[in-house]
């Protein structure tokens, strides 16, 4: 097993320095698998790298989902009660192992420890929620539906089910996947993010601790190539996917087009609308914990302000003393309220967003292009940027931007603000700041957003509501977690039955049977 590898320093003196390799887990243990490929993941923070992740071969993926399959046999047969057993066990170890856990992620995502700690514990509701598997698994039963035959449902596994996960997220988005699915007696096969690889090992080792059988949870790493085998391979019964929006419409396509049940979450461009009633400080508070916090980089972070009326010129102006005040540091520094950016493409392609919004015409009030963070010089680090009179023909506007950026645009009314939103591919998340209820029943019932927040940036609904947006952000009928991530999991079961006594006339006809 290949477990580290060698790096040439940079620098002055050269050199070369050993980094350990991110491998895949594969029926219980840790494996190099078949794969020569690899890729590297940086400290954000440092801008160096600081591991390899294998990338796993269309056979490697092979050999996952083959134990996955072997697993799902036992796995579906265990007990509720076993199941749950084992759940609750990895609850507490998850628990027990936060810092841990919330440590990896900012060394390889560059999140603050204390957002990646917030990222667990939304996981963790997840795992929670799936340890009352029992209740969620309960059938319907109507007795007599017809004279001495009952009806009765109940929801079984699918079999092999996957999840692809973006980087923005390495812990909790999977949790929204797995506990589930795992619950519902599935066997699941992860493919993590490239970039942050570590969380999804840690996971694995803590599920096996916990009782869980080999094969029930794998790890795959990987990239396109990976994805590709899961997407194609005839043994996984269904993807759940997160990320960006070409990508998910690609899953989508594909994993349908092979029979699959598919689920892909995609990008978003998150509009904050505040009126002139509003709490101007209270909400300029929130939207810059919105926008930058994770250095902008979550799916329901706010990118769009729309400054209703008047609302404008004192949003702008508080936006402003507030984002300029946003301590960006590495995410080991617990002063630190906004890290880096996940790698220096992402800081490039963010910059260059940054500077076509101010050639097509914004006016950019907070500019964090160039940024330097002592004794991180070398980070992947952009402070947060203000960007006002954006219109909505900007490339600002229409690109999501997944960076620190937050654009302010203006409009006349509530319903221009409400037509803009409508307007825009994405319909992920929304919030309003108002203080008044019929301008706020107005754009919760007038928006075509899965999401929606009133006085509240990040409506990011808790473990037992389903998660997910509508239009370009997601593709598929379901969304995940809650309710509607264990009807995902599982496929219904309806059985019609009797039990005639012995000597009993049969009554067979050759009508369509209908209730007696
Ligand atoms: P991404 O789409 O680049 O990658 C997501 C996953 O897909 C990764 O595992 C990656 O390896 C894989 N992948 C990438 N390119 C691929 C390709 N061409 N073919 C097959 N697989 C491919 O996304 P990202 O940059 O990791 O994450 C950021 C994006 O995720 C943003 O757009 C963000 O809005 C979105 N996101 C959405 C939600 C949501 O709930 N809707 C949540 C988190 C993140």
Redesign the pocket.
């Known amino acids: 097993m290949r477990s580290e590898g060698a790096v040439a320093e940079a620098g002055s003196g050269g050199g070369t320095r050993f980094v350990k390799t991110v491998a895949h887990w594969i029926d219980g243990t840790v494996t190099s698998g078949a794969s020569t490929r690899r890729g590297t993941v940086w400290n954000p923070a440092t801008g160096e790298q600081q591991a390899w992740v294998t990338l796993a071969s269309e056979q490697d993926v092979a050999t996952a989902v083959a134990s996955a399959r072997r697993a799902f046999e036992a796995w579906s047969q265990v007990s509720l009660s076993q199941r749950t057993k084992i759940l609750f066990a990895f609850r507490e170890l998850v628990n027990a192992n936060t810092r841990r856990l919330a440590e990896a992620i900012s060394d390889e995502h560059g999140k603050v420890v204390a957002d990646a700690e917030g990222e667990v514990q939304r996981g963790l509701e997840v795992i929670e929620f799936a340890c009352g598997i029992p209740t969620l698994l309960k059938g319907d039963y109507s007795d007599q539906v017809s004279t001495g035959v009952d009806l009765f449902s109940f929801r079984e596994p699918l079999g092999v089910v996957a999840g692809?996960?973006?980087?923005?997220?390495p812990a909790m988005?999977p949790m929204w996947m797995f506990p589930i699915a795992i619950a519902c007696g599935n066997t699941f096969v992860l493919?993590?993010?490239?970039?942050d690889p570590s969380a999804s090992l840690l996971i694995a080792q803590w599920w096996a601790e916990a009782g869980l059988p080999a094969g029930v949870f794998n790890v795959v790493q990987?990239?396109?190539e990976?994805?590709?085998a899961l997407l194609d391979h005839p043994d996984v019964a269904a993807i759940s996917?997160?990320?960006?929006?070409?990508?998910?419409r690609?899953?989508h396509t594909r994993g349908t087009a092979a029979g699959k049940r598919v689920q892909a979450?995609?990008?978003?461009k998150n509009h904050a609308i505040v009126l002139p009633d509003a709490g101007i400080d209270f909400a300029a508070d929130h939207l810059v914990a919105a926008a930058f916090g994770s250095a902008g980089?979550?799916?329901?972070a706010i990118s769009a302000a729309v400054a209703v009326g008047d609302a404008g010129d004192a949003l702008v102006e508080s936006l402003s003393r507030k984002a300029a005040a946003v301590r960006v540091g590495s995410g080991r520094d617990p002063a630190s309220e906004m890290g880096p950016v996940v790698t220096k493409e992402a800081l490039q392609r963010i910059r260059g967003l940054i500077d076509s919004g101010a050639r097509q015409g914004g006016r950019i009030v907070v500019d964090g292009r160039n940024l330097v963070v002592k004794g991180h010089e070398k980070g992947f680090f952009i402070g947060p940027t203000v960007i006002d009179a954006v219109r909505p023909e900007m490339e600002v506007y229409r690109e999501?931007i997944?960076g620190p950026v937050l654009s302010v645009v203006r409009a006349r009314t509530v319903d221009e603000a409400i037509n803009l939103i409508n307007a825009n591919p994405y319909g992920?998340g929304t919030a309003i700041f108002t203080s008044s209820g019929e301008s706020a029943r107005r754009f919760q019932r007038g928006v075509k957003v899965g999401m929606i927040g009133i006085n509240v940036p990040i409506p990011v609904p808790l473990a037992y509501y389903s998660?997910?947006?509508w239009k370009d952000?997601?593709f598929g009928d379901q969304h995940?977690h809650g309710p509607e991530g264990v009807s995902f999991y599982t496929r219904a079961k309806v059985v019609t039955s009797r039990w005639p006594h012995v000597e009993q006339a049969s009554q067979a006809s050759y009508h369509f049977p209908t209730s007696k």
């Open positions: 692809i996960t973006p980087f923005n997220f988005v493919k993590p993010s490239e970039r990987g990239d396109k990976a994805v590709d996917f997160v990320g960006s929006t070409s990508v998910a690609y899953i979450l995609g990008g978003a980089e979550r799916c329901m999501e997944f992920n998660f997910g947006g952000s997601l995940i």
